[in-house]
């Protein structure tokens, strides 16, 4: 069974430090590995997505994925109030034979203190 | 904004209706992904539909089916409404490419359905 953990916080950061949101997977056979912002009472957004191990990033936003150790992190650097929100982690298994959709965390409310 | 469109915004039923909700795919994409995202939770996958047959499903009973239409656009149907129906209704669309990038889902603004 796919699970995906998140911390659901609430997370406060201090405007213009970095924030850093985390994130583990159960199922080793997960291959893609996004990150969707969700402001309240709306949809989510998408930010980011990783396939590699490694960094990835993207302006003020890194993405990291340890495939080894089942985590894959975001980091908000330079944090601003409008960064404050919802962070969905969302994992894809791509098995070829059909769509198994993605499996998303709870999310961790960030909220960034002026 | 995505270009996913989803209709209506809000919408109010009583335990044992039935409901109809829609979405239109952003211009180019020919994968529709219908999610439930209940208050406090994350989005959880109901099925998705490619080429109009359905492509894989979560774990929701059939009282939950769909429909796409030659244009991408795409049906979510809901049958006998329970209370815990009530949530954030969530319409992503995608262009498969046979590559690890065939999940890159883009999410619709949602349809609120409340179940009294």
């Known amino acids: 069974q796919k699970e995906v953990e998140q911390n659901s916080g609430p997370l406060s950061v201090p405007e213009g430090a970095i924030a850093s949101l985390n994130c583990t997977y159960s199922d080793r056979g997960s291959q893609s590995f996004f990150w969707y912002r969700q402001y309240s009472g709306k949809s989510p957004e998408l930010i980011m997505f990783i396939y590699s191990n490694g960094d990835k990033e993207d302006g003020r936003f890194t993405a990291q994925l340890n495939k080894a150790s089942q985590y894959v992190s975001l980091l908000i650097r330079d944090s601003q109030p409008s960064d404050s929100a919802t962070y969905l982690c969302a994992v894809n298994i791509y098995s070829g034979g059909g769509a198994d959709g993605l499996t998303f965390g709870k999310g961790t409310h960030l909220i960034i203190q002026p | 904004e995505t270009g996913v469109t989803q209709s209506p915004t809000h919408l109010i039923k009583t335990r044992g209706q039935q409901v109809t909700l829609r979405c239109s795919s952003q211009?180019?994409?020919?994968?529709v992904s219908w999610y439930q995202q209940a208050l406090g939770q994350g989005p959880q996958f109901i099925f998705q539909y490619y080429r109009e047959e359905e492509n894989g499903r979560g774990n929701f009973p059939p009282r939950f089916s769909g429909l796409q239409f030659p244009n991408y656009s795409s049906e979510l149907n809901v049958n006998a409404l329970e209370l815990d129906d009530s949530a954030l209704y969530l319409c992503?669309?995608?262009?498969?490419?046979?590559?690890?990038?065939?999940?890159?889902?883009?999410f619709g603004p949602g349809t609120r359905l409340l179940v009294l």
């Open positions: 992503a669309s995608s262009l498969p490419s046979g590559g690890l990038d065939q999940e890159t889902q883009y």
């Open positions: 211009s180019g994409h020919n994968t």
